[in-house]
């Protein structure tokens, strides 16, 4: 079997680390893998075989027997260029209210009236959790859509620099560390988490991550009084690392697909905190990690304190999540079942 994945590019964001663990996964049980990305943006190393590609030109994929897609571009590629029976599409998140929390009015709407005309042609659909499956059922009838959960690798956490060690060492001793990772845009709703400093003054907020949405948090946070504890620590490659520092894990996001941070921070034995999403149903149980209410403050006080009171048995529940249901073996299964049906049901046609 060889496979063909097209990205929008290498960019270090969720649905291209996604990919890059999906190929870990896959390296040795397909025959060959190749990535191709459109926009010259290269900051995830991928350990297969990359290739930029033109928008405007057709690539010659007749060698592949899966094309595996991410995204509006290529989605939109495909929808040109590419056999329908060769063609599956993982959608990341809710494509709709994700690109109104990221574009303006017009631009969303331009976006997803193309990419909606794109997935009417895909006949086969990935999406994290039944809330998607759902959700895309509703808008695209005809097609096929199956779940499969992310995975991530676990590993052990590895030094950082010494002086961002000497720093969060320091802000630990005096201070609960709640952690956060991820693109700093409104949709991932970290002001509610600023608020809460100031209200809760044995607290420091801590974030790796970089984004619009920055100056805006920093001067919020001025705003508050609350500048001194709450720490932007600018994008990191080993984001992972940093986690080992955290006492908590709190995800505010107005919406979501299924976070890589999340799971990572599942990986090191982290206690979560997560805002009251449906999509998270498949996975949690009430009890398993602490749910608030989005815009809520005193229900995320709750959350919090909650997870706090209880923080081993919160520590053990994620592990055991993640070890469950989100390790690369378990999803590479699970898409290699997948790609087999796409094969078998192109014989057949």
């Known amino acids: 079997m060889k496979l063909a994945i097209i990205l929008p590019s290498l960019a270090n964001k969720g649905p291209i680390i996604y990919c890059k663990y999906l190929v870990e996964g896959l390296i040795n049980r397909v025959e060959y893998i190749e990535i191709f990305y459109f926009n010259n943006i290269v900051e995830v190393e991928m350990p297969v075989k990359t290739t930029q590609i033109n928008f405007f030109e057709k690539f010659d994929f007749s060698k592949f027997d899966i094309i595996h897609t991410h ?63 759902e959700y895309y059922s509703q808008r695209l009838s005809d097609k096929e859509i199956f779940i499969i959960p992310t995975g991530v690798p676990e590993k052990l956490p590895e030094s950082i620099s010494i002086k961002d060690e000497i720093f969060l060492k320091k802000l630990k001793s005096n201070f609960t560390i709640i952690g956060g990772s991820g693109l700093l845009t409104k949709r991932k709703g970290f002001k509610q988490l600023i ?44 984001a992972i690392d940093y986690y080992q520092y955290y006492d908590i894990y709190v995800l505010p996001s107005y919406a979501e697909g299924l976070p890589l941070s999340l799971l990572e921070a599942m990986s090191q034995s982290l206690p979560i905190v997560c805002s009251n999403l449906k999509i998270y149903n498949d996975y949690f149980l009430e009890n398993d990690v602490s749910f608030f209410e989005l815009d809520d403050q005193k229900s995320l006080e ?44 192109n014989k057949k046609t």
């Open 71 to 133: 995204n509006a571009v290529p989605d939109l590629y495909a929808y040109k260029n590419i056999n329908q029976y060769q063609w599956v599409s993982t959608m990341h998140d809710m494509y709709k209210e994700q690109l109104f929390l990221t574009h303006n009015r017009y631009r969303a709407w331009l976006i997803i009236i193309l990419w909606t005309m794109a997935l009417k042609k895909v006949r086969k659909i990935v999406v994290f959790s039944s809330v998607l499956k």
């Open 195 to 238: 608020k809460f400093l100031a209200s809760n003054i044995t607290f420091a907020l801590v974030i790796t991550g970089d984004g619009e949405d920055k100056e805006s948090l920093l001067n919020y946070a001025k705003q508050l009084k609350v500048d001194k504890r709450f720490i932007l620590l600018g994008f990191k490659d080993n």
């Open 302 to 345: 709750n959350a919090i304190q909650n997870t706090l009171e209880k923080k081993e048995i919160y520590k053990r529940k994620a592990y055991r999540i993640f070890k469950d249901n989100f390790s690369i073996t378990a999803m590479a299964d699970k898409y290699i079942n997948l790609y087999k049906k796409i094969e078998s049901d």
